[in-house]
């Protein structure tokens, strides 16, 4: 099984193996290194480390530093729309699950039809940094607004929409099993947690990919997506999932759309449309020029670099995705997907400690790409 980037010239691929794969791998022409020598190992290292520091953590005081369960994250939400009088919260559907979807938005202004941006992570559910970095980065627009000058400028031009989680049920049971959905299956996207579905998972079909089921060249030519027992498998239909429906659904009924921002991890890129064909948009000029502003201010944190570039260029063609969509279908301008940290040193296992780091690397990129929205409409 795989994680992170997809090989072109001059790239990698990172492979999780079983212990007897040593001799096969000498064996061929390949230039490797391990990253990770014990991966069940590494796994329950940083699931026993986070867990030492949410019991060490403040009762009052929400700890952004550790990885934090669905039903904190929840908290949170009502905690920021109680406490902050520009910030609502709603709920835009429910799961197969029953859990709610939920959407916090920041407007400062009662102004109508203010620009709106969506910050949207956890289509997968083993990329805990997507969720956690979120709460962060949302925070720090919170608390900073009126003293810095740039979240002031961005605050005051647009309404932000922030998805924490989107796939609650595939997060939720990536916490009950995480030694299942961290190490074994590409948990991502997993919309079911009933007996019969668990019964499926350990059979090997796991479900639906939420990044694969939107309505943009869903029936295309990927054949690996058609098998319903496939880590990146489509769906029954186009929108098959509750999820990727309710996200559409609320996504459309906002009217003034200008960014979408869709973050996930690993690999530290990024993209822009298209994903499903090779080649640019009509609006690659401002894609380029955005994503250049926003890789240099991220990088100028704590030195990270990132690549940028269409979806197909820098990692792989991918059908139904959600950046081709909101770009093709919702007509947003600049949607945007992020690979965060890291490159496969530690992959879906980021240690608690680079959190934080990376927030502020993201938020900085992030804000660098939303002056560059602002002022090229």
């Not at 986070?50 to 934090?68: G, I, K, M, P």
């Not at 910050?119 to 925070?139: D, K, V």
């Not at 990927?222 to 027992?229: E, G, M």
């Not at 959600?322 to 690979?339: F, P």
């Amino acid at each position: 099984m795989y994680g992170g980037q997809v090989p072109g010239p001059n790239t990698s691929l990172d492979f999780i193996l079983p212990p007897n794969m040593a001799a096969l791998m000498d064996s061929l022409t390949l230039t490797s290194t391990v990253q990770i020598p014990d991966v069940e190992k590494a796994v329950n290292m940083s699931l026993f480390s986070n867990e030492q520091a949410r019991l060490q953590s403040s009762v009052t005081t929400f700890n952004y530093a550790v990885y934090h369960p669905m039903s904190e994250i929840y908290q949170w939400m009502l905690d920021q729309a109680a406490s902050t009088k520009y910030v609502t919260i709603m709920d835009i559907g429910s799961t197969n699950g029953g859990n709610d979807i939920k959407v916090l938005k920041i407007s400062v202004s009662l102004a109508p039809n203010r620009p709106a941006v969506f910050l949207e992570g956890t289509l997968h559910a083993r990329e805990w940094i997507s969720p956690a970095s979120i709460l962060w980065m949302t925070n720090e627009l919170l608390q900073r607004y009126g003293t810095d000058a740039d979240v002031t400028a961005i605050l005051n031009e647009f309404d932000i929409y922030v998805i924490p989680v989107v796939n609650v049920d595939g997060y939720i049971y990536s916490w009950q099993s995480p030694e299942v959905s961290k190490i074994v299956l590409d948990f991502g996207g997993r919309t079911e947690t009933t007996q019969e579905q668990l019964e499926k998972n350990i059979q090997g079909a796991l479900g639906t990919d939420l990044n694969r089921n939107f309505r943009i060249r869903w029936s295309a030519w990927d054949p690996d997506n058609v098998n319903p027992c496939s880590d990146t498998y489509k769906g029954s239909f186009s929108f098959s999932e509750r999820e990727t429906r309710a996200l559409k659904s609320f996504v459309m009924s906002i009217s003034n759309r200008v960014a979408f921002i869709d973050i996930h991890s690993y690999a530290q890129l990024w993209m822009y449309p298209y994903a499903y064909k090779q080649g640019v948009t009509r609006n690659d000029a401002d894609f380029r020029a955005s994503a250049q502003a926003a890789t240099a201010a991220l990088t100028a944190v704590h030195g990270t670099t990132y690549k940028y570039g269409p979806i197909a260029e820098v990692i792989y063609q991918v059908t139904g995705s959600i950046c081709d969509y909101m770009y093709k279908k919702a007509r947003i301008k600049y949607s945007v997907s992020l690979e965060l940290r890291d490159k496969g040193q530690y992959g879906f296992l980021l240690p608690a400690e680079q959190i934080i780091p990376t927030g502020e690397e993201t938020l900085a990129g992030i804000l660098a790409f939303l002056d560059y929205v602002r002022n090229n409409p």
